[in-house]
């Protein structure tokens, strides 16, 4: 068992876990509601994450069942998870890929149920990562829509600093609300 990732999966559980404290106390149709046209509520940003990481799961699994010759990560692989930090703060977005983009997101949805499928999803992810060889980790496997090739150990630097980001972009959403409520 990797227990570094094992440690690394707790920590991104952890996040997700503050993040339902903070959210539980707001009323279904408060997280349901977009904050402006083109925008994402509250929970369409929670479905954007927890979609982005079911499909990287799914697509590690598929990568990684035929056995691939796969290259060191390396230099190149730091690199790119630099450009990912580098995303964060930035003033522009990236467009989200159609298959966990807009059309891909509900129109409302649960906290509870959400919450659910993401810690069932979490669980998946952990059971399969802690159970991979080592060497994986250190092996380009992961393709990032934007940063390209990337290892495993990588992919949860992706995961984390997604995380954070929306969590940003899901608190201005709380707060616009907020504002707009007062007034």
Known sequence: MNTNISKRLDNLNRLLEELYAELKSHSEEVLNRRPGPGQWSVMQNMEHLLLSEHL??????KKLSFNPEL??????????????RMNEYLPFKFKAPKAVGNEALPESSSLEDTMNRWRANRASLHEYLTGLPNEYF????????????LSLNEMLDFFELHFRR?????RR??????????A
């Open 138 to 149: 250190k092996k380009s496997i992961y393709r990032h829509s934007f940063a390209g090739l």
């Open 166 to 170: 929306h969590l940003k972009q899901i």
């Open 173 to 182: 959403t709380l707060q616009a609300q907020s504002i707009e409520h007062r």
């Open 71 to 84: 290259p060191d990560s390396g230099f190149l692989g730091a690199w790119r998870v630099l450009l990912l």
């Open 56 to 61: 990287s799961e799914k697509y590690v699994r």
